[in-house]
């Protein structure tokens, strides 16, 4: 059965902190692992990784995949209050189309 | 709005009951996905449906079942309702392999009391 982890479960920073959240996954055939922001409600996304040691960067977001060792990091530079959210790491495999996902990082940024 | 339409927003309802949850995928996609997020299990899959078919199928009680029709909507319904069902249920649509994720419905909070 395909497994995410996600880590810390919880994280509690001041803005302009800088955060790294953690995620790493067990999958029979790996396809891509993807990251989503959830705020109240919808998740929305985040970035999508398929190659090992290619960043993919959007502002002050950024992930990168180590396929070898089986996780992705996501980093978050200069937090902002508006970053207060939980981060959803999900993982696809070759076959289908449906995403396992972790259990998520709650992110909250103090002032 | 991310094109993708779940109604109601909230539902309360006694257990033992049956409900509906509706979904609209955005235009133009065709497969839909559903998802059950409780506080304790984190976003779990149920059910695609593609083109009217079924598609895959995760950890979805026999109580759940599920549906598309011919213009795409799905419906996701739950019967003989027990506290534990309470969760958050997304609905997510995307062409058959999305190439960048899925797009997600803001979700029904159904509570069950």
């Known amino acids: 059965e395909d497994k995410v982890v996600q880590s810390p479960l919880s994280l509690v920073v001041h803005e302009g902190d800088t955060v790294t959240l953690n995620c790493s996954y067990e999958?029979?055939?790996?396809?891509?692992l993807l990251w989503y922001k959830q705020e109240k409600k919808a998740p929305t996304f985040l970035f999508m990784l398929?190659?090992?040691?290619i960043e993919k960067k959007s502002g002050r977001l950024s992930s990168i995949l180590d396929k070898k060792e089986l996780f992705s990091i996501l980093n978050i530079t200069a937090t902002q209050t508006g970053d207060s959210a939980v981060y959803l790491c999900a993982v696809k495999e070759t076959s289908g189309s449906r995403l396992t996902f972790g259990e998520g990082t709650q992110l909250t940024v103090n002032p | 709005d991310s094109g993708v339409t779940q109604t109601p927003k909230h539902l309360i309802t006694a257990t033992g009951q049956r409900v509906t949850l509706r979904c609209s995928p955005r235009?133009?996609?065709?497969?839909v996905y559903w998802y059950q997020q409780s506080l304790d299990q984190g976003l779990q899959f149920l059910i695609q449906y593609y083109n009217g078919e079924e598609r895959a199928k995760g950890n979805i009680l026999e109580r759940f079942s599920a549906q598309q029709f011919p213009d795409l909507h799905s419906e996701l319904n739950l019967s003989s309702l027990e506290l534990g069902d309470s969760a958050l249920y997304f609905c997510?649509?995307?062409?058959?392999?999305?190439?960048?994720?899925?797009?997600f419905g803001s979700g029904t909070r159904l509570t069950v009391v």
């Open positions: 398929t190659s090992s040691g």
């Open positions: 999958v029979t055939n790996f396809r891509s």
């Open positions: 235009s133009g996609d065709l497969s």
């Open positions: 997510a649509s995307s062409l058959l392999e999305p190439g960048s994720g899925y797009t």
